[in-house]
Each structure stands twice: as C-alpha cells, then as structure tokens.
C-alpha cells in the first residue's frame, strides 16, 4: 500500500517537475538584458526588469491586452449565459428534438476552428462583421457552444428531479427554477465553465488573426506570434513577451483557483 502511495506521489512529483523547470527557464531568460546569448537554464547575473517595458512598447502590447480584455470581457459572460440556458433546456425543460440537439453539440466537439474558420470570414465579411471586436466575439461564443452546452447539460442532468418538482408545486416558473433553484448551487461549474471560456478566448490565435486585418485591434497572443517572426534571436526579449501574454491567465487561475478546482471534481464525480 505505502509502495503505491510512493509511486503516486513520483509520479505527481515528476510531472510538476515536467512542467515548472520549462517556466522556470523563460522566467530566468526574460531577466535577462535584452539581447543576451542564452545557453540552456541561467541565472541572470543582473536583474533585468527592463526587457519587461522593452517587450512591452515594441510589441504594442497595449493595444493588443485592451482588445484581448474587450473581447473576453464580453464572450464569457455572454457565452456562459447561452451555455446555461441551452443546457437547462435540454437536460430539465427536456425541449422537443432535445436528444438530436444535444447530439448535433456532441458533434461539434469534433470540429477545429481550422475547418471552418475560412468559410466563416466569407460569411461575417457579408454582414459586415469581419475587422471589427463584434464580429470576433459573436464567432467565440458559437465555437465554445459545444463544449459549454454539453458541460452544463451534464451537470442539470445530475440535479435530483425531487428539488426541481418541488420548486414547480410551489408555483415557479421555468426562469425562476432556473434563477433562484439551480443556479446558486451551480456556482461551481458556472465558474469552472467561465475561467476556461477566459482561457480559450484569450488564447485563441487563428480565428482573431483571420478576422482582423489591423494590427492594432488584434488581441495578445496574434501580437506575440508577429513579435516572434520580428525578434527570432532575442530570446530574452521573447521570454517577456511571452510571460506577459499568458500572466492574465495565471492570474485569473489563482483566483478562481478553488472553484475551478470543486467545479471539475464535481464534473468527475458525477461523470
């Protein structure tokens, strides 16, 4: 028994390992002075918080973090609001056609955004929707539809029908079974939903880079793969940069951390 325990705990040692000697490597990399050769993992015999400002101003970042931040800003709330609607009715209203429904969501789980991304700038250039913070966000929200739907069907469907039948006898309406019975003991999947829609859309390249033509409006990571084709060889340079885009991430992570952390272990209980 204790020889298993011991191997878990190797095992969860050494993949934490895997994963924060590469971080550490561009943390100490981005301390560098810019321009410094670098030859594997070293220790900066300076600090140098300047190459921070220095990627910063050359790659435009404030533009870039004001459009990634508009941009989430509007597709988590708004995606998580069509997500929670959609599974409510499909897993406790059980509305007509809910199994095809909610089938046709499974299936979209399969398609990458590479398949359809071109065919969907033709249809947004149509309306008018492409080079414009609109037009990206209403794209993000019907990507992430699939798996949110799903996510928050599963978690309904788990929800004892006794605590839903006792709200309708006492006279609620289907909002407010949804508003005031369900939703305050879903925080947890709610947030856990919300922090990886945030995670998703403030990652996501391809699709901002096909529907935006100015540089200017583009959001953090678009920016960071052009300031890499421009600054190949400044490593330490490229460390900053790169630590400055995913820095909101870790930040959002701490502080949902523990409803995200309940929200998946429900998740994996209940599945």
Not at 48 to 64: C, H, M, P
Not at 163 to 188: K, N, Y
């Amino acid at each position: 028994m204790r020889g298993g325990v011991s191997v878990r705990y190797g095992v969860l040692v050494l993949l934490a390992v895997m994963v924060l000697v590469p971080f550490a490597g561009i943390v100490l990399a981005a301390l560098h002075p810019s321009g410094a050769q670098l030859d594997g993992l070293s220790i900066p015999d300076r600090w140098s918080w300047e190459t921070f400002a220095l990627a910063w101003e050359r790659g435009n970042f404030t533009n870039l973090m004001r459009s990634s931040v508009l941009i989430a800003v509007f597709v988590v709330p708004l995606a998580v609001a069509m997500a929670t609607l959609a599974g409510y009715g499909l897993a406790i209203l059980k509305v007509w056609g809910h199994r095809t429904l909610s089938f046709g969501f499974v299936m979209g789980l399969t398609l990458p955004i590479e398949v359809i991304v071109v065919a969907l700038y033709f249809n947004l250039r149509e309306v008018g929707l492409t080079n414009s913070y609109l037009g990206v966000i209403l794209a993000e929200a019907a990507l992430f539809m699939p798996f949110g739907v799903y996510w928050m069907q599963t978690h309904f469907s788990n929800v004892p029908d006794e605590l839903v039948e006792a709200a309708r006898i006492d006279g609620a309406r289907d909002l407010v079974v949804l508003v005031r019975v369900l939703l305050p003991i879903s925080w947890p999947a709610v947030t856990t939903l919300s922090v990886l829609y945030f995670m998703w859309s403030w990652n996501q390249f391809m699709l901002v880079l096909v529907m935006m033509q100015d540089p200017d409006r583009r959001t953090a990571p678009s920016g960071l793969g052009l300031f890499v084709g421009q600054y190949t060889t400044d490593i330490p340079l490229l460390a900053a940069a790169c630590l400055i885009v995913i820095a909101p991430i870790v930040v959002v992570y701490l502080v949902f951390q523990r409803s995200f952390v309940s929200g998946i272990t429900q998740g994996a209980i209940k599945g």
